[in-house]
Protein backbone atom coordinates (compact mmCIF):
# COMPACT_ATOMS: atom_id res chain seq x y z
CA UNK A 1 0.00 0.00 0.00
CA UNK A 2 2.99 2.38 0.82
CA UNK A 3 4.29 1.48 -2.82
CA UNK A 4 1.22 2.21 -4.53
CA UNK A 5 0.72 5.72 -2.28
CA UNK A 6 4.62 6.76 -3.29
CA UNK A 7 4.31 5.64 -6.59
CA UNK A 8 1.50 8.88 -7.37
CA UNK A 9 3.47 11.74 -8.73
CA UNK A 10 6.71 9.95 -9.17
CA UNK A 11 6.89 10.49 -13.01
CA UNK A 12 6.55 14.63 -11.98
CA UNK A 13 9.14 14.02 -9.23
CA UNK A 14 11.72 12.61 -11.34
CA UNK A 15 12.07 9.69 -9.89
CA UNK A 16 11.39 7.45 -12.50
CA UNK A 17 14.18 6.68 -14.65
CA UNK A 18 15.05 4.95 -17.98
CA UNK A 19 17.98 2.41 -17.91
CA UNK A 20 19.17 0.98 -21.24
CA UNK A 21 20.25 -2.81 -22.00
CA UNK A 22 22.23 -3.18 -25.33
CA UNK A 23 20.93 -5.61 -28.21
CA UNK A 24 23.63 -7.12 -30.37
CA UNK A 25 23.72 -8.44 -33.96
CA UNK A 26 24.88 -11.73 -33.88
CA UNK A 27 26.63 -11.96 -37.11
CA UNK A 28 28.51 -8.80 -36.80
CA UNK A 29 28.95 -8.58 -32.83
CA UNK A 30 27.60 -5.25 -32.73
CA UNK A 31 25.14 -3.23 -30.86
CA UNK A 32 22.11 -2.13 -33.38
CA UNK A 33 19.55 -1.72 -30.51
CA UNK A 34 18.88 -0.89 -26.57
CA UNK A 35 16.13 -2.20 -24.30
CA UNK A 36 14.55 0.38 -22.28
CA UNK A 37 13.72 -0.88 -18.69
CA UNK A 38 12.45 1.51 -15.97
CA UNK A 39 13.61 2.08 -12.45
CA UNK A 40 12.11 3.71 -9.60
CA UNK A 41 14.09 5.61 -7.41
CA UNK A 42 12.42 5.92 -4.44
CA UNK A 43 13.61 8.70 -1.95
CA UNK A 44 14.10 6.22 0.84
CA UNK A 45 13.87 2.57 -0.48
CA UNK A 46 16.12 3.56 -3.22
CA UNK A 47 15.82 1.71 -6.75
CA UNK A 48 12.52 -0.52 -6.96
CA UNK A 49 12.96 -3.04 -9.62
CA UNK A 50 10.11 -3.15 -12.00
CA UNK A 51 9.00 -6.43 -11.10
CA UNK A 52 7.80 -4.71 -8.01
CA UNK A 53 6.68 -1.96 -9.58
CA UNK A 54 5.54 -2.20 -12.78
CA UNK A 55 2.38 -4.95 -11.33
CA UNK A 56 1.19 -2.13 -8.73
CA UNK A 57 1.35 0.37 -11.53
CA UNK A 58 -0.82 -1.88 -13.66
CA UNK A 59 -3.21 -2.62 -10.94
CA UNK A 60 -3.40 1.30 -9.88
CA UNK A 61 -3.81 2.43 -13.88
CA UNK A 62 -0.20 4.45 -12.79
CA UNK A 63 1.20 2.59 -15.95
CA UNK A 64 -0.26 4.64 -18.26
CA UNK A 65 1.38 7.74 -17.15
CA UNK A 66 5.10 6.03 -16.29
CA UNK A 67 5.17 3.69 -19.68
CA UNK A 68 4.82 7.44 -21.78
CA UNK A 69 7.20 8.80 -19.30
CA UNK A 70 9.82 5.33 -20.19
CA UNK A 71 8.84 5.51 -24.14
CA UNK A 72 9.65 9.84 -24.13
CA UNK A 73 13.00 9.34 -22.55
CA UNK A 74 14.07 6.85 -24.32
CA UNK A 75 12.66 8.32 -27.88
CA UNK A 76 14.39 11.29 -26.80
CA UNK A 77 18.02 9.61 -25.77
CA UNK A 78 18.27 7.50 -28.61
CA UNK A 79 17.34 10.22 -31.41
CA UNK A 80 19.74 12.47 -29.11
CA UNK A 81 22.53 9.76 -29.95
CA UNK A 82 21.13 9.49 -33.79
CA UNK A 83 21.96 13.44 -34.40
CA UNK A 84 25.41 12.63 -32.90
CA UNK A 85 25.79 10.06 -34.98
CA UNK A 86 25.29 6.88 -33.07
CA UNK A 87 22.35 5.38 -34.94
CA UNK A 88 20.39 2.88 -32.62
CA UNK A 89 17.07 1.28 -32.59
CA UNK A 90 15.12 1.00 -29.65
CA UNK A 91 12.66 -0.87 -27.65
CA UNK A 92 10.56 0.02 -24.85
CA UNK A 93 8.10 -2.24 -22.77
CA UNK A 94 3.96 -1.87 -23.15
CA UNK A 95 1.73 -2.83 -20.48
CA UNK A 96 -1.63 -4.12 -21.99
CA UNK A 97 -3.19 -1.92 -19.83
CA UNK A 98 -1.52 0.76 -22.28
CA UNK A 99 -3.74 -0.39 -25.19
CA UNK A 100 -6.81 0.34 -23.65
CA UNK A 101 -6.65 3.59 -23.82
CA UNK A 102 -8.13 4.19 -27.40
CA UNK A 103 -5.36 7.24 -28.25
CA UNK A 104 -2.30 5.03 -27.05
CA UNK A 105 -1.11 5.38 -31.12
CA UNK A 106 -1.61 8.72 -31.29
CA UNK A 107 0.26 9.37 -27.95
CA UNK A 108 2.88 7.20 -29.27
CA UNK A 109 2.88 9.31 -32.81
CA UNK A 110 3.12 12.41 -30.75
CA UNK A 111 6.40 11.05 -28.92
CA UNK A 112 7.72 10.51 -32.41
CA UNK A 113 7.11 13.92 -33.55
CA UNK A 114 8.32 15.19 -30.84
CA UNK A 115 11.65 13.98 -30.28
CA UNK A 116 12.23 13.24 -34.23
CA UNK A 117 13.22 9.97 -33.76
CA UNK A 118 11.75 7.41 -37.04
CA UNK A 119 9.22 5.08 -36.36
CA UNK A 120 11.43 2.73 -37.68
CA UNK A 121 13.68 3.08 -34.84
CA UNK A 122 11.06 2.35 -32.42
CA UNK A 123 10.04 -1.73 -31.40
CA UNK A 124 7.52 -2.05 -28.74
CA UNK A 125 7.62 -5.02 -26.52
CA UNK A 126 4.66 -6.97 -25.34
CA UNK A 127 4.41 -10.29 -23.41
CA UNK A 128 3.40 -13.21 -24.92
CA UNK A 129 0.33 -13.69 -22.68
CA UNK A 130 -0.74 -9.94 -22.90
CA UNK A 131 0.04 -9.55 -26.69
CA UNK A 132 -2.85 -12.45 -27.35
CA UNK A 133 -5.32 -10.81 -25.12
CA UNK A 134 -8.31 -9.13 -27.21
CA UNK A 135 -7.36 -6.02 -25.74
CA UNK A 136 -4.08 -5.69 -27.66
CA UNK A 137 -6.17 -6.38 -31.32
CA UNK A 138 -8.68 -3.83 -29.96
CA UNK A 139 -8.85 -0.32 -31.60
CA UNK A 140 -6.90 -1.21 -34.36
CA UNK A 141 -3.22 -0.13 -32.54
CA UNK A 142 -1.03 -3.26 -33.33
CA UNK A 143 -2.08 -2.08 -37.35
CA UNK A 144 -2.03 1.69 -36.96
CA UNK A 145 1.35 1.14 -35.39
CA UNK A 146 3.02 -0.87 -37.60
CA UNK A 147 2.06 1.08 -40.14
CA UNK A 148 4.14 3.59 -38.94
CA UNK A 149 7.17 1.73 -39.21
CA UNK A 150 7.33 0.84 -35.70
CA UNK A 151 7.86 -2.86 -34.77
CA UNK A 152 6.03 -5.05 -32.63
CA UNK A 153 7.90 -7.54 -30.15
CA UNK A 154 6.51 -11.06 -28.51
CA UNK A 155 8.66 -10.54 -25.27
CA UNK A 156 9.15 -13.80 -23.11
CA UNK A 157 8.16 -15.68 -25.61
CA UNK A 158 7.63 -19.23 -24.52
CA UNK A 159 6.23 -17.92 -20.91
CA UNK A 160 2.59 -17.69 -21.87
CA UNK A 161 -0.30 -19.10 -23.33
CA UNK A 162 0.38 -19.01 -27.04
CA UNK A 163 -1.91 -19.42 -29.21
CA UNK A 164 0.05 -19.79 -32.67
CA UNK A 165 -3.11 -19.69 -34.77
CA UNK A 166 -3.38 -15.91 -33.15
CA UNK A 167 0.71 -15.29 -33.25
CA UNK A 168 0.38 -15.61 -37.11
CA UNK A 169 -2.83 -13.34 -37.22
CA UNK A 170 -1.19 -10.86 -35.86
CA UNK A 171 0.70 -8.19 -37.02
CA UNK A 172 4.59 -8.77 -35.29
CA UNK A 173 7.52 -8.49 -36.28
CA UNK A 174 9.97 -9.83 -33.48
CA UNK A 175 10.14 -12.45 -31.02
CA UNK A 176 11.75 -12.73 -27.57
CA UNK A 177 13.20 -16.03 -26.33
CA UNK A 178 12.60 -15.94 -22.80
CA UNK A 179 15.88 -16.41 -20.73
CA UNK A 180 14.68 -19.16 -19.42
CA UNK A 181 15.34 -20.79 -22.78
CA UNK A 182 18.45 -19.32 -22.80
CA UNK A 183 19.38 -20.63 -19.76
CA UNK A 184 18.88 -24.41 -21.05
CA UNK A 185 21.43 -23.49 -23.90
CA UNK A 186 24.37 -25.18 -21.76
CA UNK A 187 28.19 -24.88 -23.31
CA UNK A 188 26.47 -24.75 -26.97
CA UNK A 189 25.21 -28.17 -26.61
CA UNK A 190 22.10 -28.95 -28.96
CA UNK A 191 19.01 -27.95 -27.33
CA UNK A 192 15.62 -28.69 -30.11
CA UNK A 193 13.69 -26.68 -27.22
CA UNK A 194 15.55 -23.13 -28.53
CA UNK A 195 16.23 -24.35 -31.63
CA UNK A 196 12.26 -25.46 -32.35
CA UNK A 197 11.50 -21.77 -31.03
CA UNK A 198 13.81 -19.91 -33.36
CA UNK A 199 12.37 -21.74 -36.29
CA UNK A 200 9.02 -21.29 -35.36
CA UNK A 201 9.88 -17.47 -35.18
CA UNK A 202 11.50 -17.72 -38.76
CA UNK A 203 8.94 -19.65 -39.80
CA UNK A 204 6.71 -16.46 -38.79
CA UNK A 205 9.02 -14.04 -40.87
CA UNK A 206 9.90 -12.94 -37.32
CA UNK A 207 12.92 -11.31 -36.03
CA UNK A 208 14.07 -13.96 -33.50
CA UNK A 209 16.15 -11.62 -30.44
CA UNK A 210 17.33 -14.16 -27.59
CA UNK A 211 17.06 -12.64 -24.04
CA UNK A 212 19.65 -13.49 -20.91
CA UNK A 213 22.59 -14.84 -22.59
CA UNK A 214 25.81 -14.93 -20.39
CA UNK A 215 27.91 -17.47 -21.69
CA UNK A 216 30.11 -17.15 -25.36
CA UNK A 217 28.67 -20.77 -25.73
CA UNK A 218 24.91 -19.66 -25.49
CA UNK A 219 26.04 -17.33 -28.02
CA UNK A 220 27.59 -19.52 -30.32
CA UNK A 221 24.65 -21.82 -29.89
CA UNK A 222 22.35 -19.11 -30.79
CA UNK A 223 24.34 -18.14 -34.04
CA UNK A 224 24.16 -21.64 -35.24
CA UNK A 225 20.60 -21.57 -34.98
CA UNK A 226 20.65 -18.28 -37.45
CA UNK A 227 19.05 -16.22 -34.42
CA UNK A 228 18.95 -12.76 -35.08
CA UNK A 229 19.93 -10.69 -32.17
CA UNK A 230 21.11 -11.10 -28.75
CA UNK A 231 20.23 -9.49 -25.30
CA UNK A 232 21.91 -10.62 -21.57
CA UNK A 233 24.92 -9.75 -19.05
CA UNK A 234 27.85 -10.94 -21.85
CA UNK A 235 27.46 -7.76 -23.75
CA UNK A 236 25.98 -5.72 -20.86
CA UNK A 237 23.69 -4.87 -17.97
CA UNK A 238 20.60 -2.38 -17.72
CA UNK A 239 22.77 0.92 -17.23
CA UNK A 240 22.24 4.56 -17.53
CA UNK A 241 22.51 6.23 -20.85
CA UNK A 242 25.29 8.38 -19.77
CA UNK A 243 27.30 5.24 -18.46
CA UNK A 244 26.13 3.10 -21.83
CA UNK A 245 26.69 6.06 -23.94
CA UNK A 246 30.54 5.86 -22.48
CA UNK A 247 30.97 2.34 -23.36
CA UNK A 248 29.72 2.24 -26.57
CA UNK A 249 32.23 5.49 -27.69
CA UNK A 250 35.11 3.32 -26.13
CA UNK A 251 34.26 0.65 -28.05
CA UNK A 252 34.03 2.45 -31.41
O1 LIG B 1 14.91 -4.58 -15.77
P1 LIG B 1 14.40 -5.88 -15.34
O2 LIG B 1 15.24 -5.93 -14.72
O3 LIG B 1 14.19 -6.02 -13.93
O4 LIG B 1 12.89 -5.76 -15.84
C1 LIG B 1 11.96 -6.65 -15.38
C2 LIG B 1 10.71 -6.58 -16.20
O5 LIG B 1 9.99 -5.38 -15.94
C3 LIG B 1 10.98 -6.56 -17.69
O6 LIG B 1 11.02 -7.83 -18.21
C4 LIG B 1 9.81 -5.79 -18.26
O7 LIG B 1 8.83 -6.68 -18.74
C5 LIG B 1 9.30 -4.98 -17.08
N1 LIG B 1 9.51 -3.57 -17.38
C6 LIG B 1 10.66 -2.86 -17.30
N2 LIG B 1 10.45 -1.59 -17.68
C7 LIG B 1 9.15 -1.50 -18.03
C8 LIG B 1 8.32 -0.47 -18.54
O8 LIG B 1 8.73 0.67 -18.77
N3 LIG B 1 7.00 -0.77 -18.77
C9 LIG B 1 6.49 -2.01 -18.55
N4 LIG B 1 5.19 -2.22 -18.81
N5 LIG B 1 7.25 -3.03 -18.10
C10 LIG B 1 8.55 -2.77 -17.84
O1 LIG C 1 11.42 -7.19 -20.47
P1 LIG C 1 12.26 -8.15 -19.78
O2 LIG C 1 11.73 -9.29 -19.10
O3 LIG C 1 12.97 -8.78 -20.97
O4 LIG C 1 13.48 -7.47 -19.00
C1 LIG C 1 14.75 -7.99 -18.92
C2 LIG C 1 15.07 -8.43 -17.49
O5 LIG C 1 16.06 -9.44 -17.47
C3 LIG C 1 15.65 -7.33 -16.66
O6 LIG C 1 15.24 -7.52 -15.35
C4 LIG C 1 17.15 -7.54 -16.74
O7 LIG C 1 17.85 -6.97 -15.67
C5 LIG C 1 17.21 -9.02 -16.75
N1 LIG C 1 18.36 -9.52 -17.47
C6 LIG C 1 18.90 -8.95 -18.56
N2 LIG C 1 19.95 -9.67 -19.03
C7 LIG C 1 20.05 -10.74 -18.22
C8 LIG C 1 20.94 -11.85 -18.21
O8 LIG C 1 21.84 -12.01 -19.04
N3 LIG C 1 20.76 -12.76 -17.23
C9 LIG C 1 19.78 -12.63 -16.28
N4 LIG C 1 19.69 -13.59 -15.34
N5 LIG C 1 18.91 -11.59 -16.26
C10 LIG C 1 19.04 -10.65 -17.22
MN1 LIG D 1 11.24 -6.70 -22.51
NA1 LIG E 1 11.57 -10.45 -21.39
Known amino acids: LRLETDLHGAVDRGEVEVHLQPQ ?17 RHPDLGYVAPDVFVPIAEASGQIQDIGIHVMQEACRVIAGWR ?3 LDLEVAVNVAAVQFTDPGFTDVVSCVLAQTGLPGARLTLEVTESQVFSEVAARHGHLERLRAMGIGLSVDDFGTGYSSLAQLHRLPVSEMKVDRAFTAGLHDGAPSPLVA ?3 GLG ?7 VAEGVETAAQLRALRAMGCERAQGYLFGRPDTPAALRGQLLAKA
Open 83 to 85: AEG
Open 24 to 40: VEIATGRVVAVEALARW
Open 196 to 198: GIV
Open 202 to 208: HGLGLRV
